[in-house]
């Protein structure tokens, strides 16, 4: 999910904007089919220049369909000191992937953490690696939604607001200037383990008295903002997959009949074939690439979960992806230099 914001009221995990985990990506490299990119984005607005030093962020992959992870990249990071800081990636299988802290083989160890306009690429064997700030690939008509939504005092979507009008877009991308902190790797896609299908979901965890408590995950992009409210976020963020269906299903079910006028039975079939819940991002290497089979960095995101949620009502919003991406690894563009302030 997309966690850019809370419901309205802009509310990163633990108040911390280095927990906020906001976007996933997974696509093939698009010169090289045997190898696939997978991309976890955190701290879009950047109020602490650098990931947290107590927590864990990890990429998980299930590969059998359990919903229980088969394949960890799990980082951790160093006390920032004098504007710099350090990663180390753990590879984990089998069951050392499930396991809270991280396990498995230290495939990248003590790395530079990239806080300038030239990525840092790391190689170590097969898989490639870069961490640090970017430029945000996101985009999003956020003051056009608000324009189409019924939000009840500003805390959450709660409906239309009429019916949808193409005025209501300004044509202005909130994301068109912000910086995200972005840990990305290309690796075999083999890797994987997709017979024929993946599922991939992120996690960050922050360590309390000793143990590892999660904080926030990310899988389908946009879930938190449209189908959860500020009150059922945080127990959706601290929750596992596999118990998304039978806490959720129903909360689901019913944001779709209030906002797009779906049946029961309607809902239920919407949310099956975009597989919402559990809440991981399905990627099938053997087929093209783009939301809802992984995703690319220029999928209009938004403009599908409005069409998913509105049952095609809502009208584009005219945005484009943003011009500023690479060709090559990290894909993301070069940071901003002064990006805009966090909204209030």
């Not at 004098?82 to 990663?87: M, T």
């Not at 909130?174 to 994987?192: D, G, H, Q």
């Amino acid at each position: 999910m997309s966690n850019h914001f809370t419901g309205l009221n802009l509310g990163p995990p633990e108040g911390d904007t280095r927990l906020d985990l906001t976007d996933l990506y997974a696509f093939q490299v698009p010169t090289d089919a045997s190898r696939t990119v997978l991309i976890l984005n955190c701290n879009s607005f950047a109020k602490s220049a650098a990931f947290h030093p107590d927590a864990v962020y990890r990429i998980n992959i299930d590969n059998d369909g359990d919903a229980e992870t088969d394949v960890a990249l799990s980082l951790v990071f160093s006390d920032p000191q004098d504007g710099r800081q350090r990663a180390t990636v753990y590879l984990a299988t089998g069951s050392d992937a499930r396991k809270a802290e991280p396990a498995g083989e230290p495939i990248f160890k003590d790395i530079e953490v990239s806080f300038g306009p030239e990525p840092h690429i790391n190689r170590s064997g097969p898989y490639t690696f870069f961490v640090g700030l970017r430029s945000d690939a996101f985009f999003i008509d956020f003051a056009g939604i608000l324009n189409m939504f019924d939000h009840k005092g500003g805390k959450n979507f709660t409906g239309l607001e009429g019916a949808p009008d193409p005025s209501r877009w300004t044509g202005k991308d909130l994301f068109a200037n912000y910086n995200v902190f972005t840990m990305a790797f290309e690796l075999p896609t083999s890797l994987l383990g997709a017979n024929p299908a993946v599922r991939i979901w992120g996690r960050v965890s922050i360590r309390r008295d000793g143990k590892l408590v999660p904080v926030d995950r990310a899988g389908h992009p946009t879930l938190a903002n449209f189908f959860n409210t500020d009150e059922t976020k945080p127990e959706f963020d601290r929750s596992e997959p596999t118990h998304d269906r039978e806490r959720f299903l129903d909360l689901f079910i019913h944001v779709l009949q209030h906002v797009g006028d779906y049946t029961v039975d309607e809902a239920r079939a919407a949310i099956d074939a975009e597989g919402l819940l559990p809440d991981m991002l399905s990627f099938n290497p053997a087929k093209p690439g783009g939301y809802p089979n992984g995703r690319l960095l220029t999928d209009h995101i938004v403009a599908h979960r409005l069409s998913m949620l509105s049952k095609g009502k809502i009208p584009p919003d005219g945005l484009k992806p943003h011009t500023d991406l690479l060709k090559g690894f990290p894909y993301l563009g070069t940071p901003h230099a002064n990006p805009d302030p966090p909204p209030q």
